[in-house]
């Protein structure tokens, strides 16, 4: 099975950048979409953005449509969350996620879809 691992988040002002990185580990990397949701202090788990196997389909939430680019490199076995121009309503705890598909479009984008779990990256934006 695949084991994922977050980093890169931290303290950041509004308005900075962050980039987010998951590396996965023991599995096949490409037979897994993956996905990064995040849980504000409060609130239920939400999905920010998910890729196909392949990386040729995504899904970005409308809260950071625009802001956020996922994005997956396959040689590296890591995916990553480019986000631009953070705001105070992106803090949160931020966890990469893993799910076992079977065809190359599909994209899981509810938490229940994916089995597999990091231990999540904190990230604080600052007003």
């Known amino acids: 099975q695949v084991q994922v691992v977050e980093s890169g988040g931290g303290l950041v002002q509004a308005g900075g950048s962050l980039r987010l990185s998951c590396t996965a580990s023991?599995?096949?990397?490409?037979?897994?979409?993956m996905g990064w949701f995040r849980q504000a202090s409060g609130k239920e788990r939400e999905g920010v953005a998910c890729?196909?196997?392949?990386?040729?389909?995504?899904y970005i939430a409308d809260s950071v449509k625009g802001r956020f680019t996922i994005s997956r490199d396959t040689w590296e076995k890591t995916m990553y969350l480019q986000m631009n121009n953070l705001k105070p309503e992106d803090t949160a705890m931020y966890y990469c996620?893993?799910?076992?598909?079977?065809?190359?479009?599909?994209?899981?984008?509810?938490?229940?879809?994916?089995?597999?779990w990091g231990q999540g990256t904190q990230v604080t934006v600052s007003s």
């Open positions: 023991g599995a096949t990397f490409d037979n897994y979409a």
């Open positions: 996620a893993a799910a076992r598909v079977y065809t190359t479009e599909f994209v899981p984008v509810r938490p229940n879809e994916y089995r597999y």
């Open positions: 890729i196909s196997r392949m990386g040729d389909e995504t």
